[in-house]
């Protein structure tokens, strides 16, 4: 019920919205008057201009620019006007001509030039609102850090559906699993997310940064790559920081719809599925799925009570071929400003996807030179769900003072049937077959509410404050395993295993509060420089409960019947199979993480030339992590680790302006990167191959950042820049596979691996053809490529956590297989290459983009030798892995437009390899989409 209305009241407001606009829509064609709105900025520095007159010439109308150097005149009647623009202490600017057209907006961006630059005022032709892409790279020289940004219009040239597709057009970006952000080629765990300035919890408890597929495309504004780390920001930085910001509501009406529909290798052709719940499509279960409410039971409980508790579950287990559909999906935004001075703003939009996946994949690890720990073949299929809804209201309650509310709401869900067969070494090994059913929802929910203040008779400070509530929640309900064995005696598959014949519960809450305050103030001994001072409170929780049920001691008389039937209540009730509650005393924690931190920086423009940006950080952070049996309650102290970290975080940014259009950055920063909660957890999540623990005796990775980078921008539009970077680690946490009697490939566990370096050069191009040739004007590139090394050596004892002990258990370093090596997830060249045609008279774009990373290491094995004293154990390193994506986008009309996608043309087999072993292997598949959109 409780999922019912919260759908009833998404379409509520969604009616209201569109009433509202509707209505809004019809006064404005009413009255026959229009708008003019824009932006008024600093020709020097790029910063805004706040209450700056706009008045058209010879009429009653005009502005003043708010905080952000935004303007709006609203109720114009329709006309041609001349505009001016005029600011203490600033060259006045008119624009002549502006045509003020009915129901619409007319967009300027003006830059007004201090007095002594220019003597006198002038009178400039009105032009066209730059272009997002543009707005980016201006945003990016006047930075203070070094950063790399993709914004709407670049990604809906491509037929990216989500930020991790979008990010992996970044320079120096690679994105794992079309998740994950390896920036400058380290791990997920050294990047962080914001999403609108604000830090965001993970639905994944593995992972530390959330995954990037929960944002659709449609709901984004741009994406920045902050690569330089300021005081401004959390200490726990190293790779990069990713700021998405969605879309804001808009200067006047606009209603936009769009629908999509695809196909990939799935579409159409039958792939391993199995019933569900009724309300999958939707992006969550119905309940079917959910634990049911049953106490703890074990060995001594009796069979009747037993085999009551398991009729209480689904008695669904085998996968079966089923013939699916075609992908689809579609999009709604709405937004307006009211108000006489549009002081009142709101923007909605509401996306959904499903998309049905299949893939044939093969998995092998060795123990010997033609001997394998394992030789498996799995086909897959998957569906999966996304919506993405975002409501964004805004109040400017006059020139000084704008509060806005951002709230937005994402689903995400994976349904995935497999069937893997093969063979497995080992007492209970020969020719296998195993099944698995599993479905995963992620939610994310994040509401903020942000305040803009100009304090003009006081100091003519800024004030900026944010109060956030997050809340990401993963919930994987009832996955479902089943482990058979070839009986060559009776030429049947029989069960076998005691953990693998399961059904596997899990539910996770982060709940994050997040509040800080940022307060500008001028600096007047140095001309437009300022102090920036700041603090901010994060307080975040975690809840992790999992729950495991087994069958096991099967009769033989029963052992080789199908899972419906083997794991039947008959069957319990009777003594034939036994059924047990598996939880284990480390599948409940819980978790806080408490960050009180302040700081205080400078921006110092020395000169015309010269820009110096430096200060420092404290943050105190205490992290506790209680694990608790769910059995009776209890903590184990021994496994419950607690950090307090206080540290002081310096940095300095120098920017040299060689030329107007030319910068130089130099960047020095020390920074950590802490232990994550399901790092630290001990906690054991199984499946078909292996188990994952994690590492209660972790510790803190310190880093220092050094950064050069040269930056040319030689016109509107267009970028050259070359980046060099160094960074050194102490203590960098890494993911070891360590072996386990129970598994011949090994386990993965976070470990602290020894000092580590990393250094690489970037180098970006966005660049129009017509400097090639005038035929090519229609023509541009956009070209990004990363090089890096980096370096490794395992010097000191390796500390892990063992199932069963309280205490650390000591590796040597020389247990690793290679004790130098790169760090894992390092990828030692990245590429991204964009050919762009844009006709303005056949209203035709095409994109065509090219990605591809080098080998990275995604394992890092111990070391083990055969007889003869071979290695055979290596790190797994993934291969290199080429994409290729086509966009075509055609406007029918003034309002109508059609896209086509052909999404990873080349269709390479991706792969991971040790030394010579191919460990896994599968073809993605291409995909192939078009989309209507319509603007009203």
């Not at 305040?451 to 008779?457: C, L, S, V």
């Not at 080429?882 to 059609?898: A, E, R, S, Y």
Request: proline content about 4%.
């Amino acid at each position: 019920m409780k999922k019912v209305s919260t759908i009833i009241s998404f379409i509520a407001v969604w009616g209201i919205l569109w009433l509202w606009s509707s209505a809004a829509m019809a006064q404005t064609g009413e009255l026959k008057t229009g708008k003019i709105a824009g932006k008024i900025v600093d020709a020097s520095d790029g910063e805004p201009l706040i209450g700056c007159n706009i008045v058209l010439v010879g009429t009653k109308y005009g502005a003043a620019s708010d905080l952000n150097g935004n303007f709006f005149v609203s109720n114009i009647p329709e006309g041609t006007y001349s505009v001016l623009f005029s600011y203490i202490s600033y060259n006045k600017k008119t624009i002549h001509p502006v045509t003020v057209t009915t129901g619409l907006t007319y967009n300027l961006q003006i830059s007004l030039e201090p007095e002594g630059i220019m003597g006198e005022s002038i009178v400039v032709e009105a032009k066209a609102d730059r272009a997002a892409k543009s707005a980016l790279l201006v945003q990016q020289k006047k930075a203070v850090v070094v950063s790399d940004a993709i914004g709407s219009e670049q990604i809906s040239k491509t037929p990216d559906k989500s930020a991790g597709d979008a990010l992996k057009r970044v320079t120096g970006l690679t994105v794992v699993g079309n998740k994950y952000v390896y920036v400058r080629g380290l791990g997920e765990r050294y990047s962080n997310a914001q999403l609108n300035g604000i830090e965001i919890p993970s639905p994944e408890p593995e992972k530390k940064i959330i995954p990037m597929d929960i944002f659709p495309s449609g709901s984004i504004q741009n994406i920045t790559v902050v690569k330089t780390y300021n005081p401004d920001m959390a200490g726990d930085f190293s790779g990069g920081l990713v700021k998405i910001n969605t879309k804001e509501f808009p200067e006047s009406l606009f209603m936009t719809t769009s629908v999509s529909t695809g196909i990939n290798n799935a579409s159409f052709s039958k792939i391993p599925r199995y019933k569900g719940s009724g309300t999958d499509f939707l992006g969550f279960d119905d309940g079917t799925r959910q634990r049911p409410n049953i106490p703890k039971f074990n060995g001594s409980t009796p069979d009747n009570l037993k085999a009551q508790y398991n009729s209480r579950f689904q008695n669904i287990w085998m996968p079966a071929n089923s013939q699916v559909s075609n992908n689809s999906g579609f999009s709604f935004s709405v937004g307006n400003s009211l108000g006489e001075d549009s002081n009142i703003g709101f923007l909605g939009s509401l996306t959904y996807s499903s998309d049905f996946n299949s893939r044939n994949e093969r998995e092998y690890f060795p123990i010997a030179d033609g001997v394998p720990a394992y030789d498996y073949k799995t086909a897959k299929g998957n569906y999966g769900v996304l919506w993405g809804a975002l409501l964004d209201l805004n109040v400017k309650i006059n020139t000084n003072n704008k509060i806005g509310l951002k709230t937005v709401y994402n689903i995400q869900s994976d349904d995935e049937a497999s069937t893997t067969s093969g063979y497995k070494n080992g007492s209970s090994g020969g020719d296998v077959r195993f099944t698995r059913l599993r479905y995963q929802q992620r939610k994310l929910f994040s509401s903020q509410l942000l305040g803009e203040h100009q304090i003009n008779n006081f100091f003519k400070s800024k004030i900026d404050w944010h109060l956030a509530f997050s809340q990401a929640d993963r919930n994987e309900p009832d996955t479902r395993q089943t482990s058979y064995v070839l009986n060559e005696t009776l030429n049947r598959y029989d069960a076998f295993g005691s953990s693998n014949n399961s059904r596997f519960f899990s539910d996770l809450t982060d709940k994050e509060i997040n509040t800080g305050v940022d307060w500008s103030i001028p600096f007047e001994v140095i001309k437009n420089s300022k102090i920036k001072l700041g603090s901010l409170v994060r307080i975040k929780d975690r809840n992790f409960s999992a729950h495991r049920y087994a069958y096991s001691n099967f009769a033989d008389a029963v052992r080789g019947e199908q899972p419906e039937d083997l794991f039947s209540s008959d069957n319990i009730i009777n003594g034939l199979v036994d059924f047990e509650d598996n939880t284990q005393a480390n599948d409940t924690y819980t978790a806080n993480e408490n960050t009180i931190a302040g700081y205080v920086m400078g921006d110092f423009p020395v000169d015309k030339r010269w820009r110096l940006i430096g200060g420092v950080r404290y943050e105190n952070a205490q992290t506790e992590l209680h694990s608790i049996d769910p059995a009776s309650g209890a903590e184990n102290k021994s496994l419950s680790p607690k950090y307090t970290n206080r540290d002081f975080f310096p940095a300095l940014n120098v920017v040299y302006a060689l030329s107007e259009r030319m910068n130089l950055r130099l960047g020095y920063s020390k920074t950590i990167s802490r232990p994550q909660f399901r790092e630290l957890a001990p906690f054991r999540y199984d499946d078909y191959r292996r188990s994952t623990y994690g590492n209660p005796f972790l510790k803190s990775s310190h880093i220092q950042n050094y950064d050069l980078r040269w930056e040319f921008f030689p016109n509107s539009g267009e970028l050259v820049a070359a980046s060099f970077f160094y960074k050194s680690f102490e203590n960098p946490i890494e993911r070891f596979l360590l072996p386990n009697p129970g598994s011949q490939a090994g386990d993965p566990v976070p470990v602290n691996g020894g000092n580590a370096s990393n250094i690489g050069i970037e180098l970006d191009l966005r660049a129009s053809l017509i400097h090639v040739s005038d035929a090519l004007k229609d023509f541009s590139i956009t070209a990004n490529m990363s090089l890096i090394r980096s370096r490794l050596t395992q010097k000191n004892a390796i500390e892990v956590y063992t199932l069963g002990s309280n205490d650390p258990t000591l590796f040597s370093p020389d247990f690793v297989a290679n004790k130098k090596r790169p760090m894992q997830g390092q990828s030692p060249y990245v590429v991204n290459i964009g050919l762009n045609y844009v006709n303005a008279v056949s209203l035709t774009d095409v994109n065509l983009s090219y990605n591809v990373f080098g080998e990275r290491i995604a394992e890092i094995s111990t070391k083990l030798n055969d007889a003869q004293g071979n290695k055979i154990y290596d790190d797994v390193y993934e291969q290199p892995f080429h994409q290729l994506d086509l966009t075509v986008g055609q406007k029918i009309t003034k309002n109508l437009k059609l896209k086509a996608n052909w999404k990873n043309m080349l269709n390479q087999t991706v792969q991971f390899k040790m030394s010579k072993f191919v460990t896994n292997e599968y073809k993605p598949g291409m995909s192939f989409s078009t989309s209507v959109t319509y603007d009203f």
